[in-house]
């Protein structure tokens, strides 16, 4: 059997990797140790140096020369979180260790946040709170608002995440725009999208969702005119990356047009520095990154990587595999 090893974040490590999915991961792999930090498994040199395979998540060590050194039979991490930005080094890629990661299971949950954010913002429900609020009472039989029938929401980026959006966002009567321009008109068309500019999306979309990855095309990429142009009591969702938005001037816009909303699951920097305009616009709605997996989301992700194993150690193709060019080009 390959030999394994956990190291990762150890408040985390139970809600990722139940102790039912550590069991069974244990029938695949011989696992050779206690699950290790970032922290201690540089103590631990003598098992890093016959550590196979390792299952990793959130806290996970740099692989760096310099810890890659220490695992000279190392072929494969796993790893139960997101992004991995940061984490790869060349030496990665040149020694061809295998890369997976639940990326994909981290994007349903912010798919499913997003949804609830878009269905209720169609109801103008964030504004009618804080007027009911206000005034105590407000029918809301006699408010302006759209709803969520034959509006227009506008997808920015079909990311994995995007497409999941998308994807939920059929069960319901809208018109989905989309901007992404890697995307073949072919392709919007078997996703039942209309592509059009950021400017067109901004100018016609009751809901205007972001989804970029944070590159540097694309840090600062969302800006004043964008917002401007929004449609009375349009709303804009930022689930991806607060540094795609140019945020002085959302809130330039958002203090001259309190008839739009904004909600921010992400900032930056992240959170707000103090007292920033964010904490006290009342059309701003902030919330602390939760979009992402979150209680017992988490065990959904080493779910996912209890599967990778199974195909691994009987010679299928991974299904969630990284490679060197999908990882040039990701958030």
């Known amino acids: 059997m390959k030999k394994a090893l956990f190291i990762m974040d150890d408040q985390l490590f139970e809600t990722v990797y139940s102790p039912a999915v550590q069991k069974e991961i244990a029938q695949y792999v011989d696992i050779i140790g206690p699950p290790l930090t970032k922290r201690n498994c540089q103590e631990h040199v003598e098992l890093l140096q016959e550590v196979d395979v390792i299952f990793s998540g959130w806290g996970a060590p740099v692989f760096d020369q310099a810890f890659l050194d220490k695992t000279p039979s190392l072929e494969a991490i796993f790893y139960a979180a997101g992004t991995m930005k940061k984490l790869l080094s060349e030496e990665v890629w040149s020694r061809r260790i295998k890369i997976t990661t639940a990326n994909q299971a981290n994007a349903i949950p912010v798919a499913e946040f997003t949804l609830s954010e878009i269905l209720f913002s169609l109801k103008n429900g964030w504004e009618l709170s804080r007027q009911l609020k206000e005034k105590n009472y407000v029918n809301g039989m006699y408010q302006s608002l759209v709803g969520a029938y034959q509006s227009t929401v506008g997808i920015i980026s079909l990311s994995q995440i995007g497409r999941k959006v998308i994807e939920l966002l059929q069960h319901f009567d809208l018109k989905v725009l989309a901007y992404d321009p890697f995307v073949s008109a072919e392709e919007a068309e078997r996703l039942d999208v209309e592509l059009c500019s950021v400017e067109d999306m901004f100018k016609r979309s009751d809901v205007v969702s972001l989804h970029s990855p944070l590159l540097?095309?694309?840090?600062?990429?969302?800006?004043?005119?964008?917002?401007?142009?929004?449609?009375?009591?349009?709303t804009f969702i930022n689930t991806a990356r607060g540094a795609i938005v140019r945020e002085e001037e959302l809130i330039e816009v958002l203090q001259k047009r309190p008839d739009i909303t904004a909600v921010l699951d992400v900032t930056y920097p992240e959170p707000p520095v103090e007292g920033s305009p964010l904490y006290s616009l009342p059309n701003v709605v902030l919330t602390p990154h939760i979009a992402g997996s979150a209680g017992n989301e988490r065990a959904r992700l080493g779910a996912f990587m209890l599967e990778e194993i199974k195909r691994y150690t009987s010679g299928e193709e991974l299904q969630y595999e990284i490679t060197e060019a999908l990882y040039r080009n990701m958030a």
């Not at 540097?216 to 349009?234: L, N, V, Y």
């Open 216 to 234: 540097p095309d694309t840090k600062g990429m969302i800006k004043r005119e964008h917002f401007q142009s929004m449609k009375q009591q349009a």
